[in-house]
């Protein structure tokens, strides 16, 4: 059963999954050739007609048919493998002066992006797109109804150096019983600049950007596309809300379908810069009871894996960036794409 640990070194939470140790893709990497194929020759479990292998389905866009049935254009289901599980307990337990341990309370779902088991997102209709970030949108508000459920991570592994297992264009969406480290500390370094200076962090950032231009990828009425001063990796991509809003769960339809144009925009622009990469995608957003706070402005992260960090990185927690963000963005700007 999944479970989480304290880590008093670094004040972070980690989670023990053992039985994600199960996946295909895993096996494969520990114990087969670099030349192994990044997908098995059996069918696919997100493909029509097998609706069958992905076990209950718990939510579903379709034109007909029942549940777990075909006639799907978006589908939501457990993760085989999860690394949390809504069955589980939240209790703290002491194992000693130093060691805590947190029952596995959480969810793990997968959020099949259309029945097309080779189209890539920046290929959907617009229409799709914003159905589909409704989708995510829909997720998240609901599991957040479950008070033990503190935050809400959505994301997006394209491509076997991102992390993704099958081939077929999917999400993930994970609660989890606590804030993660990360989370925590960019809501604190957030939280601490409102108190300094009474401004959103994250506002002041979106308004000297536009001013500045050079970073500038895209703009729209609502949102702006942008390669932040401090990129950590190349051709690293935030996409933002022009206006103040803490939660993306509070978005309006309207504002997804302006969002969905940018990503497909944005992404278009990345795969013919750089010959589709693997990329992975991520949602950023308030924690649970923070979604009216002044504070901080929910955003999109693209973050291409373009390099690997080595023994520097990953022992000193800093990032080696190898693309000046302005180079970034002009190059990107610069992309002509067919929308």
């Given at each position: 059963?999944?479970?989480?640990?304290?880590?008093?070194?670094?004040?972070?939470?980690?989670?023990?999954?053992?039985?994600?140790?199960?996946?295909?893709?895993?096996?494969?990497?520990?114990?087969?050739?670099?030349?192994?194929?990044?997908?098995?020759?059996?069918?696919?479990?997100?493909?029509?007609?097998?609706?069958?292998?992905?076990?209950?389905?718990?939510?579903?866009?379709?034109?007909?048919?029942?549940?777990?049935?075909?006639?799907?254009?978006?589908?939501?289901?457990?993760?085989?493998?999860?690394?949390?599980?809504?069955?589980?307990?939240?209790?703290?337990?002491?194992?000693?002066?130093?060691?805590?341990?947190?029952?596995?309370c959480g969810a793990h779902e997968v959020v099949i992006e259309s029945p097309q088991h080779d189209t890539f997102l920046a290929y959907q209709p617009v229409e799709h797109i914003a159905e589909l970030l409704g989708v995510l949108q829909f997720r998240h508000n609901d599991l957040l109804k479950d008070a033990r459920i503190q935050q809400i991570v959505i994301f997006k592994n394209h491509g076997e150096r991102a992390g993704t297992s099958l081939r077929h264009p999917h999400w993930q969406v994970i609660a989890t019983p606590v804030v993660p480290r990360l989370l925590r500390l960019k809501h604190r370094l957030a939280t601490d600049y409102f108190d300094l200076t009474g401004h959103c962090l994250y506002c002041e950032m979106v308004r000297e950007e536009i001013a500045a231009e050079a970073r500038l990828v895209a703009l729209t009425?609502?949102?702006?596309?942008?390669?932040?001063?401090?990129?950590?990796?190349?051709?690293?991509?935030?996409?933002?809300?022009?206006?103040?809003?803490?939660?993306?769960?509070?978005?309006?339809?309207?504002?997804?379908?302006?969002?969905?144009?940018?990503?497909?925009q944005v992404l278009l622009k990345l795969s013919t810069a750089l010959?589709?990469?693997d990329f992975n995608l991520t949602i950023n957003t308030v924690p649970r009871g923070e979604e009216n706070e002044p504070y901080f402005?929910?955003?999109?992260?693209?973050?291409?894996?373009?390099?690997?960090?080595?023994?520097?990185?990953?022992?000193?927690?800093?990032?080696?960036?190898?693309?000046?963000?302005?180079e970034a963005a002009a190059y990107l700007r610069d992309q002509e794409i067919n929308s």
């Open positions: 059963m999944p479970f989480l640990r304290y880590d008093v070194t670094s004040g972070d939470w980690v989670v023990f999954s053992p039985e994600r140790a199960r996946r295909p893709h895993e096996f494969r990497r520990l114990m087969a050739s670099a030349a192994t194929p990044a997908e098995g020759t059996g069918p696919c479990p997100f493909c029509p007609g097998n609706e069958w292998m992905t076990g209950r389905e718990i939510y579903a866009v379709r034109a007909s048919g029942g549940p777990n049935d075909a006639g799907w254009r978006i589908r939501v289901v457990p993760n085989k493998f999860p690394a949390l599980r809504i069955e589980e307990d939240n209790q703290h337990v002491e194992e000693g002066p130093l060691f805590r341990r947190l029952g596995g009425e609502r949102f702006v596309a942008l390669a932040p001063y401090a990129a950590h990796m190349p051709f690293e991509t935030w996409i933002l809300p022009r206006y103040h809003q803490a939660s993306f769960g509070q978005a309006s339809a309207a504002e997804l379908r302006e969002l969905a144009e940018l990503l497909r010959n589709n990469p402005l929910w955003h999109l992260q693209i973050l291409p894996r373009l390099t690997t960090p080595a023994g520097f990185e990953l022992g000193s927690g800093m990032s080696i960036n190898l693309v000046l963000p302005e």
